[in-house]
């Protein structure tokens, strides 16, 4: 299984956003959208073998989404789509546990500290050591959104290692695309 854990530093944790503002009121949920459609998509089919978990950190408390491509339904390819599913799993009560909002979506209150207790990550970052030079890939990665990491959430992150996708900045969904291709070209060779 691959996971890409997205942190939302402004991201609504309200279903109450509307689908026509996600960038303004939403705060950049279009970057999360975008985030979930990079994590699955391939064309004409999904990647079933990928999670993608959304830490929103807008408001207090922080929740985490789920997606898990095994049993995701109703997604399709425009941020819309990816927006109304956030709405979806968001409309439901979160409470420390992870719970079923929908077919393949699942949300818990908390953020980065309880996902970090749960998998070990691997921060994705620019000045990291380059992927290509890696024996064996890491499985589960973290990204930042539009945003630099907090200092506090660096100090979470301080001793994870690093890999970098090239030596240029890339949007985060961009970051997931370039990862997932690595995979893919050492699945083949
Ligand atoms: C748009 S960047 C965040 C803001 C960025 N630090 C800046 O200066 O604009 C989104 C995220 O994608 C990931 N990322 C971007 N470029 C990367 C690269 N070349 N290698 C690895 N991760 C990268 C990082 O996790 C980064 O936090």
């Not at 956003?17 to 975008?34: E, T, Y």
């Not at 009560?93 to 209150?109: C, L, M, Q, V, Y």
Request: glycine share 6%; proline share 5%; hydrophobic share 35%.
């Amino acid at each position: 299984m691959l996971r890409f854990a997205i942190l939302g530093h402004k991201a609504t944790t309200s279903p109450d956003f509307s689908l026509n503002d996600m960038p303004g009121g939403a705060g950049r949920m279009d970057v999360l959208c975008r985030c979930i459609n990079s994590s699955f998509f391939l064309s004409h089919d999904l990647r079933r073998n990928t999670e993608c978990y959304l830490i929103l950190e807008g408001a207090e408390p922080h929740k985490t989404l789920r997606f898990s491509g095994e049993t995701i339904r109703s997604l399709n390819p425009d941020e819309r789509s990816a927006g109304a599913l956030i709405k979806k799993g968001l409309s439901t009560p979160a409470e420390p546990e992870f719970r079923k909002a929908a077919d393949g979506i699942a949300i818990r209150s908390g953020g980065l500290a309880e996902l970090l207790q749960e998998f070990s990550f691997a921060v994705l970052d620019e000045n990291g050591k380059d992927i290509r030079d890696a024996e064996t890939l890491p499985e589960n990665f973290i990204l930042s959104d539009h945003m630099n990491f907090t200092e506090d959430e660096e100090a979470l992150l301080k001793d994870l290692p690093r890999y970098s996708v090239g030596p240029r900045v890339l949007h985060a969904d961009h970051t997931i695309t370039v990862i997932l291709n690595e995979f893919d070209r050492r699945e083949r060779s």
